[in-house]
C-alpha cells in the first residue's frame, strides 16, 4: 500500500513539472527584449529634451539677430537722412535746411545735376531763395576741397577793374579762393581745393546754391 502511494506522488510530482516546465531560451530573449525596449524607451526621453531646448535656443537667437539687424538699418537710414550729420561730427549746432538739401556748418547746400549757364543758374537758386555757392572760409567749407566736378560759382568779374566779386558785392579775397584763368569769361566755376577757374558765363555748368541758415 505504501509503495503504490508512493508511486501516485511520484507521477503527481512529474505531471507537475510538466506543467511548470518553461522554456530558459525564451524567458532569456523576453527579459533582453524588456531590457531593449527599456533602453530605447530611456535614449528617446533622455533626447527629446536637449533638442526641445536647442531648437528653443536657436529659434530665440535668429530673433535676436533680425531685432539687430533691424536696428542697425534704421540707425544707417536714420544717418544718411539726417542732415546735420555732418556738423555734427563737430558737436556744433547746424540749422533747419529745405527738404534734399544738405546742412554742414550752419550753411545749406544744393547740388544740381543740371547743366546751365550762369544766368539761369543764378535764376534758378534765387527762385529757391538762394544764392550760388559762395567760399566764405575754407576752415568753415573744408568739405569743397573734395569737390572734383566743376560747378558754377557766384562769382562775376567787374569790367571797370578787372576785379572779382561776389553776388553779395564783396570782393574775392585771395584767402577764398585761387582765381585760375583757364579762358575768357568773366563768370567762373569751382573746381577742387580750393581752386576758381574763369569762364564764358553762357557755358553749360552744373551748379551748387547755397543758403545761410543764420
Known amino acids: 500500500m505504501m509503495e503504490s502511494i508512493r508511486d501516485r506522488w511520484a507521477h503527481h510530482g512529474i505531471e507537475m513539472s510538466k506543467s ?8 532569456k530573449h523576453g527579459a ?8 530605447h524607451t530611456s535614449k528617446h526621453g533622455e533626447n ?49 535746411c529745405p527738404k534734399n538739401w544738405i546742412c554742414y556748418r550752419n550753411n545749406c547746400y544744393q547740388f544740381s545735376n543740371e547743366s546751365k549757364s550762369w544766368y539761369q543758374s543764378q535764376a534758378s537758386c534765387m527762385n529757391q531763395n538762394s544764392s550760388l555757392l559762395k567760399i566764405y572760409s575754407r576752415e568753415d567749407q573744408d568739405f569743397f576741397k573734395l569737390v572734383k566736378s566743376y560747378h558754377w560759382l557766384g562769382l562775376v568779374q567787374i ?39 574763369t569762364e564764358n558765363c553762357l557755358n553749360p555748368n552744373t551748379y551748387i546754391c547755397m543758403q545761410r541758415s543764420v
Open 20 to 27: 511548470d516546465n518553461y522554456d530558459p531560451e525564451l524567458v
Open 32 to 39: 533582453s527584449a524588456r531590457r531593449k525596449k527599456g533602453r
Open 48 to 96: 527629446s529634451s536637449p533638442f526641445s531646448l536647442a531648437r528653443s535656443v536657436a529659434v530665440a537667437m535668429a530673433i535676436r539677430f533680425l531685432v539687430t539687424v533691424m536696428l542697425g538699418s534704421a540707425m544707417i537710414i536714420n544717418s544718411l537722412f539726417n542732415q546735420g550729420t555732418p556738423d555734427s561730427l563737430t558737436g556744433s549746432y547746424c540749422g533747419p
Open 159 to 197: 569790367p571797370a577793374n578787372g576785379s572779382w566779386q561776389w553776388e553779395d558785392g564783396s570782393i574775392l579775397s585771395a584767402n577764398q579762393l585761387t582765381m585760375v584763368k583757364m579762358q575768357n569769361g568773366t563768370c567762373a566755376v569751382y573746381g577742387s581745393n580750393f581752386k576758381a577757374y
